[in-house]
């Protein structure tokens, strides 16, 4: 029997039905599908109801893991919810999730950490398990972006889509799980990716709403520059520190930020398009939600199998950076 370690054994989604393609957006924004395709690999994006908070879509997430693990909510020990845009500032999005799945038994709380929530979340839940302290841990990453979106503002609204993503956590000692990881944040770049209003600094009033500081703001070549360089300087680091290179890596699943940023990194590592997951297209930038989503194409392209060497890479505002590498145990998925 070998070590302990917390292995992925469940995955849910929740994508909304609705769909938005650069087209549609062409007739409210001055902008045009080549300007976008081009400069960031998004064709379109999927959209929420208008009303629909992250919870919501985060539990039907969590059902759907739920459902494919065949157990019940009140199995679980630990909800983890990674999101930027919860419901409100309190109650904790995982108290309004674990209230609409009936999950009695589990605490949680929520990890703000932008497009690096998920992998943040999901090594912070192995933690729990690999200590022995619980054996079902839900983390889920969940963004109702949409909401935060300026659509006067063509350089950021164009990005962005609504999604939901859950993993479920469990001790297993059969080499899979979560082998490593490797984090960071670079404070001294909050200024270039944020959304200013509605915190302790800029409270909600009339001049906030106004002067529009309650949408998402970007300083977009600050963010490109740093990104592409932290994707590779991340996921090079970790494998050098784990006795791996690119060679080994049966997948590299990354944030699905910008196409750009994703093949400066897999150019880097020298990994070939059939070992690089990029569905950015279809959905855009989903924020938590983008590494579950990529996990799914990966299985209903039939790309993942037990056994396989996983890379998990993201980048997010903050600057926060986020690695990691799993041994993937294998899902139930149809």
């Known amino acids: 029997m070998g070590q302990t370690r917390a292995?992925?054994?469940?995955?849910?989604?929740?994508?909304?039905?609705?769909v938005v393609t650069n087209a549609d957006l062409e007739k409210i924004v001055d902008t045009n599908d080549e300007w976008i395709r081009t400069r960031t690999g998004i064709e379109q994006?999927?959209?929420?109801?208008?009303?629909?908070?992250?919870?919501?879509?985060?539990?039907?997430?969590?059902?759907?893991?739920?459902r494919r693990r065949a157990i019940g909510a009140d199995e679980l020990d630990l909800i983890i919810v990674a999101t930027v845009t919860p419901d409100m500032f309190f109650p904790?999005?995982?108290?309004?999730?674990?209230?609409?799945?009936?999950?009695?038994?589990?605490?949680?709380?929520?990890?703000?950490?932008?497009?690096?929530?998920?992998?943040?979340?999901?090594?912070?839940?192995?933690?729990?398990?690999?200590?022995?302290?619980?054996?079902?841990?839900?983390?889920?990453?969940a963004d109702v972006m949409?909401?935060?979106?300026?659509?006067?503002?063509?350089?950021?609204?164009?990005?962005?889509?609504?999604?939901?993503?859950?993993?479920?956590l469990e001790p297993r000692d059969d080499g899979s799980g979560i082998l490593d990881f490797a984090h960071e944040v670079d404070g001294s770049g909050a200024c270039y990716l944020n959304m200013?209003?509605?915190g302790s600094l800029h409270p909600a009033t009339r001049e906030t709403v106004d002067a529009r500081l309650h949408y998402?703001?970007?300083?977009?070549?600050h963010v490109f520059k740093y990104a592409v360089r932290k994707f590779a300087d991340s996921s090079e680091q970790i494998l050098l520190k784990n006795g791996f290179t690119g060679t080994d890596v049966d997948l590299f699943v990354a944030h699905q930020?910008?196409?750009?940023?994703?093949?400066?990194?897999?150019?880097?590592?020298?990994?070939?398009?059939?070992?690089?997951?990029?569905?950015?297209?279809?959905?855009?930038?989903?924020?938590?939600?983008?590494?579950?989503?990529?996990?799914?194409?990966?299985?209903?392209?039939?790309?993942?199998?037990?056994?396989?060497?996983?890379?998990?890479?993201?980048?997010?505002?903050?600057?926060?950076?986020?690695?990691?590498?799993?041994?993937?145990?294998?899902?139930?998925?149809?």
């Open 196 to 198: 200013p209003g509605g």
């Open 146 to 168: 949409t909401s935060i979106l300026d659509y006067q503002d063509r350089a950021t609204c164009v990005l962005f889509g609504d999604a939901a993503g859950a993993v479920i």
């Open 92 to 141: 904790a999005t995982a108290c309004l999730v674990q209230d609409r799945i009936k999950a009695k038994r589990a605490w949680g709380f929520d990890v703000s950490a932008a497009c690096s929530g998920f992998v943040y979340a999901l090594t912070t839940g192995a933690q729990f398990v690999e200590s022995g302290r619980h054996r079902k841990v839900m983390v889920i990453g």
């Open 7 to 18: 292995a992925i054994t469940a995955l849910g989604i929740h994508v909304p039905e609705r």
């Open 216 to 221: 998402i703001k970007q300083q977009g070549q």
């Open 257 to 334: 930020a910008n196409i750009r940023i994703i093949e400066a990194a897999q150019h880097r590592m020298g990994l070939p398009d059939a070992k690089v997951i990029k569905n950015i297209s279809r959905y855009g930038n989903t924020t938590a939600a983008t590494i579950p989503l990529a996990l799914k194409t990966a299985l209903d392209e039939r790309r993942l199998a037990p056994g396989n060497l996983l890379l998990l890479a993201a980048v997010g505002a903050g600057f926060t950076v986020g690695s990691a590498l799993v041994r993937w145990s294998g899902v139930s998925w149809d």
């Open 45 to 66: 994006r999927h959209v929420v109801e208008p009303g629909t908070p992250t919870s919501v879509i985060g539990a039907l997430a969590a059902a759907d893991a739920l």
